[in-house]
């Protein structure tokens, strides 16, 4: 095995391995609130809610749930926007020994009905909004409860079938609830905590099985990379959703962990963004973790703006695709600073890599393996064999942040998780330095011929031609070749081409097994909120003739 | 205010690169999110750079973007009567 090469890369602040208290997550919140009762925890548009609020009402909701059933081991589903109810709903199923099955607000239909059956939830909690997503679907699921945060007042016009239950309200609950004790359950470091979701860029949803210490772990280990200090009661923006594990960890763990104000934007409109300037404008935070899409849209600020929302940000980081060179080189001009990069999964609680903190790493680079993670590149076609230095691969990882498996999913667990490592399915490569790049998706990877061949080599060369805005370059099944290429282009504004100008330009700049077989031309390259390229959508959109 | 709106049609559909948009053809009372421009979060910052840029008006809060950002109409009715910069700049 290549020796761990990226510990001379790690920032004086950060010890090479952590000692790991053997806690269920909540004691965060019960630790902060013994120390810091006063602090604010959150602040949601003009509500604002201290440690010891919270965490009585944490109390009171835990209680609430016990009296009607709930206890170790139940899953309960939440489909929850950033929200106070999050948070407190979140630490109340914990401290029962209950279990968080955190679902993406965004799924409805065959997603739903499978996530729910698989995690076995009989509870689901969500806002309004979002219920008539879960009645459309309620008779093909185990789900017996609805528990609703009524934020519209809509709980009375859900079409809802006889036979349904009726929706509860949320602050009823809280309301009725017997006590605001502790609930002092039996819940070890080694209980299941949460079942993240993710549908990852194919196939079914599966669940990742997280446990408290591996979240825990995760915690610490972001913490300690990046060692900010922040000076008492400093505030991070809460923008990143808690249902991904990159908002569970960055912003909602870590603030309860370190008693920091959750300034919490729940993107339910378009108008979101500009609280979001108001927000960091009027309590200057401290943290701020976004995606590309989103600090690629304020570094474009005009300069004096973009300056004075950024000045207070002290761990600006970013996560859920890669953040283009030219937003780090513009945050760096407005700020002196960079932009801190993590790289993760739900199958790794949150991160396994980040770029050094403050110091940053080589362009392109996702960063160095955090303390106690252990990294490799391992051959692609059978996953045994360690590749050298520079060579592409698959990344696999292991750490006490990777999951225990696929929940009720014994194949696919198998698949990824092989005598201790984490097969992430992201091709990469590791330099002479320890910094990893990441080249594809495994998935995405094209065999033609017997060529390995990568997307991102050919998306790369056609992303500098003067005409082309984005492209997207996917396999098309070949009866001689096994696969070929196919070159989706989406060109600039008021720029006009034809394929054989762009076929000329492939064959001009690349070997001959890469240049696309089929090239099509398109208004625009569907992308996910994070801005990753949606290839399963292109995939399934898209039949060549 | 019609010279401002006219412009301001042609000024969207360029910078947010409106594909298949006639800035000709818009009504003044086309909205700009759902139903009419379709416009999503990003493209609204960056709608709000525009406007700071091209005619020195500030719309960076919800309250505000609330009342003026409903459809290109109010949002040129805005600008007329605070704009800072002259129509030459």
Not at chain 1, 19 to 43: N, R, S, V
Not at chain 1, 203 to 218: D, E, M, Q, V, Y
Not at chain 1, 326 to 343: D, H, N, P, S
Request: proline content about 6%; overall charge negative.
């Amino acid at each position: 095995m290549i020796e761990r090469p990226w510990f001379k890369h790690y920032e004086k602040q950060v010890p090479h391995s952590l000692t790991y208290p053997e806690i269920p997550i909540y004691q965060f919140l019960i630790d902060t609130t013994a120390k810091h009762p006063d602090y604010t925890a959150i602040t949601f548009n003009a509500l604002h809610m201290t440690y010891k609020e919270l965490n009585e009402r944490v109390n009171r909701f835990a209680q609430a749930l016990r009296k009607s059933g709930v206890g170790p081991g139940d899953r309960i589903a939440f489909l929850l926007v950033n929200s106070p109810t999050y948070v407190i709903a979140f630490f109340a199923v914990l401290k029962l020994g209950s279990i968080v099955v955190n679902l993406s607000v965004g799924i409805q239909g065959e997603e739903l009905i499978h996530s729910l059956n698989n995690s076995g939830a009989e509870i689901v909690i969500t806002l309004d909004l979002f219920a008539q997503n879960i009645y459309q679907v309620i008779k093909k699921t185990g789900v017996k409860r609805i528990i609703l945060h009524s934020v519209f007042g809509l709980e009375k016009q859900i079409p809802r079938d006889e036979g349904t239950p009726q929706p509860q309200l949320f602050l009823d609950l809280l309301a009725s609830s017997p006590s605001s004790e502790e609930p002092l359950a039996r819940v070890s470091s080694g209980d299941v905590a949460v079942l993240q979701y993710t549908s990852g860029t194919t196939g079914t949803p599966k669940a990742a099985t997280l446990t408290h210490a591996n979240i825990g772990a995760s915690v610490l280990q972001s913490e300690r990379w990046v060692g900010i200090e922040g000076e008492g009661n400093a505030s991070v923006i809460c923008i990143i959703p808690f249902f991904h594990v990159f908002g569970m960890s960055a912003c909602l763990l870590i603030s309860v962990l370190k008693g920091y104000r959750m300034l919490i934007l729940p993107r339910m409109d378009l108008m979101d963004i500009l609280s979001l300037l108001e927000t960091i404008g009027t309590y200057r935070p401290l943290s701020f973790p976004a995606v590309p899409t989103l600090w690629a849209a304020i570094v474009s600020l005009p300069p004096e703006v973009a300056r004075s929302r950024l000045e207070s940000i002290q761990v600006a980081t970013s996560g859920g695709a890669p953040l283009p060179g030219w937003v780090q080189e513009r945050f760096e001009e407005l700020t002196g600073r960079k932009i801190a990069e993590a790289y993760g999964l739900s199958e790794a609680s949150s991160a396994t890599h980040f770029t050094p903190f403050p110091h940053g790493g080589p362009s392109g680079s996702i960063g160095l393996p955090l303390p106690d993670t252990d990294a490799r590149i391992m051959d692609i076609e059978t996953g045994l064999k360690e590749c050298g230095i520079g060579e592409i691969g698959e990344l696999v990882v292991k750490g006490p942040q990777i999951m225990q498996g696929y929940w009720n999913n014994e194949a696919m667990t198998a698949a990824a998780l092989r005598n201790g490592w984490l097969y992430t399915r992201d091709l990469a490569r590791m330099d002479q330095d320890g910094f990893f790049y990441l080249v594809d998706r495994k998935d995405d990877l094209i065999i033609s011929s017997g060529f390995n061949i990568y997307p991102s080599q050919i998306e790369a060369i056609l992303e500098r031609h003067p005409k082309i805005k984005e492209v997207a370059v996917i396999a098309i099944p070949d009866r001689l070749k096994g696969q070929a290429v196919m070159a989706v282009i989406a060109l600039k504004e008021g720029q006009a081409g034809d394929k054989e100008e762009f076929f000329r330009y492939c064959q001009e700049n690349m070997p001959d097994y890469r240049v696309p077989k089929i090239i099509l031309l398109r208004q625009e390259i569907p992308r996910d909120p994070a801005g990753k390229i949606l290839k399963k959508v292109l995939r399934e959109t898209i039949k060549p003739v | 205010m019609k010279k401002i709106l006219q412009e301001l049609k042609k000024k969207i559909v360029e910078e947010l690169q409106l594909e298949e948009v006639n800035p000709d053809e818009l009504a003044d009372d086309t909205s700009l999110f759902d139903g009419g421009l379709g416009l999503v979060s990003v493209d609204l910052l960056a709608l709000v750079v525009l406007i700071d840029r091209d005619y020195g008006v500030e719309i960076f809060s919800r309250e505000l973007g609330e009342k003026v950002f409903i459809n290109l109409s109010t949002l040129a009715e805005y600008i007329e009567k605070n704009r800072k910069k002259d129509e030459d700049q």
